[in-house]
């Protein structure tokens, strides 16, 4: 009955999405509102701290940054992209899978996320400064049928939002579009270097409709190049072309550094990446993972705190430059802390081992030994489950980066070893490299954080299993 219920759900939101989609192209203003008054009647049970009147408002208002970033999308993404992305990003993932996933969490007493991420591959045709794919090898893969099954057993609880890291994830494309089309009603993402984004590819991604890229990209040519070897910036430019020209929906993905966070965040660069067609572009603060990790790449707080603000600036959607942006470490308000451990997400590697976060490499459980469930339930997850959030202050949500000593007990406790089979860190070693950090950083943030009201009235509004926060960054 359910199953039942479920599936007419899905087709009569379909069909709402068709009136309103229809809608648009006669009259812009008139669909656009359509839209928004069906993801109010869908979602009005639901805990969103949205103000659909003042969204409403900011598509009318012409002159509003919303408005100009919603006519970007409806003219320039295909028309079955954007359905498919209604579907399953909107009801599945957000209405029918937030709603299963409250319920397994009580059923199971354990974090069930929102998103898995997986690495289908180790291999990778680059070796970029500071990347955490780096330090498990090259010749680790998932199996297809490996993938299948986290997916499967995924939607069971309530997970319909998966996304690929690696390696280069793009080495296994096939596979990918193999998975987008065995559940074509799950949303998928990739994080890749964009070098083997091609026209047949694009097509691929146009056919079902399913499929997001986040592309990496730490600067203009010169600094980017640096880092990710010569001529990458050009493969990506042209990537970006391409996934634009196919009416395709893709963002960025950058790694911000003591050495380049005012470049990532100039108007010339944001700029360069509306342009090109990003939609959205995910900032990651540089963690010193991995033996041979450099220290000298942490921002300074000077730059944490420049970095906090200039986020939201370009992402503010009344007058900011239209891309809608964030940052992993300073957007903890939004998110109630720390999201890893399964309590939004997890991480699992192409050794099949479930780790808590892309940069945790620690883990008690693996997918080729383990179902999911047993995977969610190993006892370095219920640490996190049971010390989250491991700092009332989310401007210090990391138990790695601003909570060194947390990371070093839970991992100490759970019994949880070492995921890198290349140069396996003792959890000493890598928390020793955080310690200074995490100390300068502990009066900037508590600073921030009590003197500015917005960050306090955010937390105070905070409810634990809201995942719908990031509705306020608007």
């Not at 937030?98 to 069930?112: A, G, L, P």
């Not at 069971?156 to 296994?172: A, D, Q, S, W």
């Not at 691929?204 to 600067?219: H, R």
């Amino acid at each position: 009955m359910g199953t039942m219920t479920h599936t007419a759900g899905r087709i009569a939101f379909g069909a709402a999405v068709d009136v309103a989609l229809a809608s648009v192209r006669k009259n812009r203003e008139e669909g656009v509102i359509k839209l928004v008054d069906l993801m109010e009647r869908y979602m009005s049970n639901e805990q969103i701290d949205l103000d659909y009147d003042k969204v409403r408002a900011m598509f009318a208002d012409k002159d509003c940054t919303l408005n100009k970033y919603m006519n970007r999308i409806i003219d320039e993404v295909d028309p079955h992209v954007l359905k498919t992305t209604a579907l399953n990003l909107g009801f599945e993932a957000f209405f029918h899978g937030t709603k299963t996933i409250r319920k397994m969490r009580e059923v199971h007493q354990c974090n069930i996320p929102w998103l898995i991420l997986m690495d289908p591959t180790s291999a990778c045709n680059l070796h970029c400064t500071g990347c955490w794919a780096a330090e498990y090898g090259n010749r680790l893969n998932l199996s297809f049928e490996e993938m299948d099954s986290v997916v499967t057993q995924g939607k069971e609880l309530g997970t319909y939002f998966y996304m690929f890291t690696g390696g280069e994830p793009l080495v296994r494309k096939a596979d990918l579009i193999k998975l987008c089309e065995k559940h074509n009603d799950c949303a998928f993402l990739a994080f890749t270097n964009g070098t083997l984004v091609d026209e047949a590819f694009c097509k691929q991604m146009k056919k079902v409709g399913n499929l997001y890229l986040a592309i990496s990209l730490e600067g203009f040519a010169e600094v980017n190049d640096l880092r990710r070897g010569a001529g990458v910036y050009g493969k990506v430019m042209n990537a970006m072309r391409l996934l634009k020209q196919y009416g395709l929906i893709f963002g960025n993905s950058i790694c911000y550094t003591s050495k380049n966070c005012k470049t990532v965040t100039s108007d010339e660069f944001v700029d360069l990446l509306i342009q090109s067609g990003s939609r959205y572009a995910m900032y990651f603060h540089y963690m010193p993972v991995g033996n041979d990790a450099s220290v000298d790449l942490l921002p300074t707080m000077e730059q944490r705190e420049y970095m906090l603000h200039r986020v939201r600036e370009i992402r503010n959607m009344s007058h900011g430059k239209g891309l809608f942006t964030f940052d992993f470490q300073n957007d903890g308000e939004f998110v109630g802390g720390c999201i890893a451990g399964g309590r939004n997400y997890f991480h699992i590697n192409a050794n099949g081992d479930a780790e808590p976060c892309v940069f945790i490499h620690y883990s008690g459980a693996n997918i080729r030994e383990n179902t999911l469930l047993e995977c969610l339930k190993q006892p370095l997850f219920m640490a996190y489950r049971d010390n989250q959030p491991f700092n009332n202050n989310h401007l210090r949500p990391c138990p790695m980066l601003e909570n060194p000593e947390i990371l070093q007990r839970m991992v100490k406790e759970s019994g949880a070893k070492s995921t890198d089979l290349q140069s396996p860190e003792s959890v000493e070693h890598l928390c020793e490299k955080c310690h200074e950090y995490a100390q300068k950083w502990a009066p900037e943030a508590d600073r921030l954080w009590n003197t500015c009201n917005h960050f306090h009235s955010s937390y105070e509004n905070y409810k634990e299993e809201n995942c719908h926060q990031m509705s306020k960054m608007l």
